[in-house]
């Protein structure tokens, strides 16, 4: 079964520095997404990525978060820099390939920002 | 207001016996889907089962099914004969829009289960 992979699975970080979650979608995929659940909490939506530009973004994915897909097959989520309150678990996931609808999420970048 | 809630924050239920999850939503969309995802204390988040606005069944995976009331607009998760491996936050989200325009899912507070032996 097709999965999307995140690396890496954790990520300790000083606050103030730059982070880059990476992320592989399934390859027949369209859209592309990165989600957020800080520990405790419901899942929350950042950001869509179609056609290699943001379709939609939440009002959390502020000036200190950019999505890529640098070279086709990567997504990365890269936080400029880092605030306590970022520390969370990441989710990539994609969907939608011209045989099925499915709604697939990576296993997680949990991020702890010290 | 909430565009999706799950009312019960804990539930319990015996190994073997069924358990119901419930979900309801709100949207002036007619067209959505409803998922529903398993995240076990790993964290990972593990799809289970979807039902689409227009569908005409109830979906059904396995142990899985879902009660899909559209007038009363609830989804609830029907787990049949529930494991020990079944304990885990679930979650229920949904979608608006059509199933090829890549919207966003919106999640529930979700529903810690524990199955006890």
């Known amino acids: 079964e097709p999965e999307v992979t995140q690396t890496p699975s954790h990520q300790v970080t000083q606050m103030g520095q730059e982070v880059i979650l990476r992320c592989v979608p399934i390859?027949?995929?369209?859209?592309f997404y990165w989600y957020r659940q800080i520990l405790g909490q419901k899942v929350e939506f950042l950001v869509s990525f179609y056609n290699n530009e943001i379709s939609e973004k939440s009002e959390i994915f502020d000036d200190q978060f950019s999505v890529e897909r640098p070279d086709g097959s990567n997504f990365t989520l890269k936080i400029r820099s880092t605030k306590l309150e970022d520390s969370a678990m990441y989710f990539c996931a994609s969907s939608v390939s011209r045989t099925n609808y499915g709604y697939t999420f990576g296993s997680g970048t949990r991020l702890t920002v010290v | 207001a909430q565009k999706i809630t799950q009312t019960q924050p804990g539930m319990f239920v015996q190994e073997k016996e069924a358990v119901t999850l419930d979900c309801t939503y709100d949207t002036s969309d007619p067209s959505y889907g409803l998922f529903w995802y398993k995240q076990p204390s790993s964290g990972e988040m593990i799809f289970l089962i979807y039902q689409g606005s227009y569908d005409q069944q109830n979906a059904t995976e396995g142990r899985y099914s879902l009660n899909f009331q559209k007038a009363r607009k609830s989804a609830n998760l029907v787990i049949s004969a529930s494991q020990l491996g079944d304990s885990a936050m679930y979650f229920c989200?949904?979608?608006?829009?059509?199933?090829?325009?890549?919207?966003?899912?919106?999640f529930g507070e979700g529903t810690q289960l524990t199955v006890n032996p």
């Open positions: 390859s027949n995929h369209l859209y």
């Open positions: 989200a949904m979608r608006e829009g059509r199933e090829t325009s890549g919207s966003r899912l919106t």
